[in-house]
């Protein structure tokens, strides 16, 4: 199936370390999302993002929708242990009724 | 309010069985969709239902297939299961599917096939 180019694959830092991770498509999308993954647990919405140039922040996380729409990022301040996971960004188009999906940002904290 | 709920939690079958999976959406959520979830794959979209009507597929074979019901719980059937069918199964309500609205993941169903 159709998947967005997401990067890093994985990442290993120290706490207190900041985070850049990004997404990038051949399409255009109305709606970027990301998305964070717990072990054994369903992905939870971290930021939602609906106009091209959109800069959004949820506490130490901002995210931004490029202006081409092709792309976004995922920034994350001041790293702790809690921010274990997959990250995943998730594209969407029209209604956002089937949205296409990154394959994941896995993310390792050493304390 | 409760979150999605999705039974059974684990599950393991064997070749050529069959499987029906079961989500609750969260109260007032009329849209359901189904995604498969592998490590190699990442979230590949099933289908969604909305008002016991499928309104959207992706691209899986016939072998998968799934319906809602009145009460907007849907189940997801996998018939003659393969070994490639292992993954983990997630599904996502929203209220009606209309631009701009928020998904909400369960906790998924970990099918293991032998």
């Known amino acids: 199936g159709q998947q967005l180019n997401q990067s890093p694959q994985s990442m290993f830092i120290q706490e207190g370390e900041d985070v850049s991770m990004n997404c990038t498509s051949s399409?255009?999308?109305?709606?970027w999302l990301w998305y964070k993954q717990d072990p054994g647990e369903g992905p939870v919405l971290l930021i939602a993002l609906y106009k091209a140039g959109e800069l959004t922040s949820n506490g130490r996380l901002t995210a931004q929708f490029g202006i081409t729409r092709k792309d976004s990022f995922l920034n994350i301040s001041a790293s702790i242990p809690s921010d274990v996971g997959i990250y995943f960004c998730?594209?969407?188009?029209?209604?956002?009724?089937?949205?296409?999906w990154g394959l994941g940002t896995s993310l390792a904290v050493n304390p | 309010k409760a979150g999605v709920t999705q039974t059974p939690r684990y599950l393991i079958k064997t070749r050529g069985q069959q499987v029906t999976l079961s989500c609750s959406p969260i109260?007032?959520?009329?849209?359901v969709s189904w995604y498969q979830q592998t490590p190699g794959q990442g979230l590949q979209f099933l289908f969604e239902y909305f008002s016991e009507t499928q309104r959207n597929k992706g691209n899986f074979p016939g072998r998968f297939s799934g319906r809602q019901f009145s009460n907007s719980r849907s189940e997801m059937n996998v018939s003659t299961l393969e070994l490639g069918d292992s993954a983990l199964y997630l599904c996502a309500s929203r209220t009606s599917g209309t631009s701009g609205e928020t998904q909400y993941f369960g906790p998924g169903t970990r099918l293991l096939v032998l």
């Open positions: 399409s255009i999308f109305n709606t």
């Open positions: 998730a594209g969407g188009t029209g209604n956002n009724r089937k949205l296409i």
């Open positions: 109260s007032g959520h009329r849209s």
